[in-house]
């Protein structure tokens, strides 16, 4: 009988190719995205609305049954210095990435802890390991997955649930330009603005370079067929080697090195 997999965010870029690809894996995948289409069984969902996600979580495990893996990846990048940030935009930045993640977490744990099996994957980023600069905003809701997940993995472990966090680099999916038009009111302030304006086409490049979002989809797949107890996962060469020299330098450096690469460069 074929696994059964949830997944957030299937519209666009990591969440899509990954659905396709548990798909020609032979498992059963179940979407959601913020518009219903029933055919490719994908549910409207808006993880902001923690009701919404109880809801829905437990319509698909009444249409389908047992969930055998969930991944929260619903999530998007916010740019900008962070005194020109709205708080809106900042409050609305944490309610997707952080406690959109908890709120789908939360629904689907009852269940997975009645079933004594399941696979809770979250997906961070390397900007949950090091900030750079403008992304502060949107690196800090990744370094709250991360510890969010880190905390969850202790509390389920015994219950035979696994916990893991994926780790993308750069990638290949349009993101820079979503989090252009989301910052798109911001860095107004001639101060900032000289160095938004610099910093801008840098990033810009780093996502047409990056990695093709199926390496993500692979390293998600191998997370979710793992037995073992592992946490986190990288994926794209990038991550690897960031996180590897975060691993063998003094933090101090790593700042140094962080700032002469982008406002320094």
């Given amino acids: 009988m074929p696994k059964t997999i949830m997944i957030t965010g299937v519209s666009s870029g990591i969440g899509k190719v990954t659905a396709e690809y548990f798909t020609s894996k032979g498992w059963k995948v179940i979407g959601t995205s913020r518009s219903a289409n029933p055919v490719q069984n994908v549910y ?8 919404a996600c109880q809801q829905v979580i437990d319509q698909v495990v009444n249409d389908h049954g047992q969930i055998d893996a969930v991944v ?16 809106q935009d900042v409050r609305k930045q944490y309610e997707v990435n952080v406690f ?7 629904a689907i744990l009852p269940h997975m802890r009645k079933w004594k099996q399941g696979t809770i994957l979250n997906i961070s980023s390397i900007g949950g390991k090091f900030v750079v600069p403008y992304y502060g905003v949107y690196n800090s809701t990744k370094f709250a997955v991360e510890g969010f997940s880190e905390g969850l993995w202790h509390e389920v472990l015994p219950f035979g649930i696994r916990v893991k966090v994926v780790e993308p680099g750069a990638i290949n999916t349009g993101f820079y330009d979503r989090s252009k038009q989301e910052g798109k009111q911001m860095a107004i302030d001639p101060e900032y603005k000289a160095t938004s304006d610099r910093l801008w086409p840098q990033y810009a490049q780093a996502g047409k370079t990056g990695a093709d ?4 989809a692979k390293v998600i797949y191998k997370a979710a067929t793992s037995q073992n107890k592992r946490l986190r996962y990288a994926a794209a060469r990038d991550a ?4 590897a020299f975060m691993k063998l330098l003094p933090h101090q450096i790593g700042l140094w090195l962080a700032r002469k690469f982008t406002v320094d460069r």
Avoid: K, S
Wanted: one cysteine or more; a negative charge; aromatic letters at 8%.
């Fill in 44 to 51: 409207a969902l808006d993880v902001t609305n923690a009701t």
């Fill in 213 to 216: 979002p199926m390496v993500v």
């Fill in 72 to 87: 929260n990846n619903a999530g998007y990048g916010l740019y900008g210095a962070f005194e020109q940030c709205d708080d």
């Fill in 100 to 106: 959109g993640t908890m709120n789908v977490c939360r």
């Fill in 240 to 243: 690897h080697i960031n996180i």
